[in-house]
């Protein structure tokens, strides 16, 4: 079987709760990503996606300049052993209705796995020509 910690993102982008959020957007541009893991005190507390923030802004219910993260973000409520499946990931991402997924190793988060990353695997599929 296909594990987790075969396609999930190694480098884990972060932010602070006291973060401004337009601020933690422009990391996420300038990185490519659509998720940062939010840091405190050396913990993960929480994630802050792009898509967040759109809706918030696009609903006009905050001030893209003086929002913090922390107003935004995610409590983490799942994550995933890099060393389960990717179907078992696809069970909680469409359970939980969440698009990004933290990815633990000795209950420590070493990764994020996301749909993207999904998409990956299921598009290498298609390429292979051995079924």
Request: include cysteine.
């Amino acid at each position: 079987m296909i594990k987790v910690g075969d396609y999930m993102s190694t480098t884990l982008y972060t932010t602070t709760p006291d973060e401004y959020a337009y601020k933690a957007v422009d990391e996420m541009y300038k990185n490519k990503i659509n998720a940062l893991l939010v840091k405190e005190n050396g913990d993960f507390v929480g994630m802050f996606t792009k898509t967040d923030w759109m809706i918030l802004v696009l609903k006009g219910e905050c001030d893209s300049k003086s929002v913090k993260v922390s107003d935004l973000m995610t409590r983490i409520k799942s994550s995933i052993d890099r060393n389960q499946t990717i179907a078992e990931a696809s069970v909680l991402m469409e359970k939980g209705k969440i698009r990004h997924l933290p990815v633990t190793e000795k209950d420590k988060i070493v990764g994020m796995f996301s749909v993207k990353d999904m998409e990956r695997y299921y598009l290498g599929l298609h390429k292979k020509t051995d079924f």
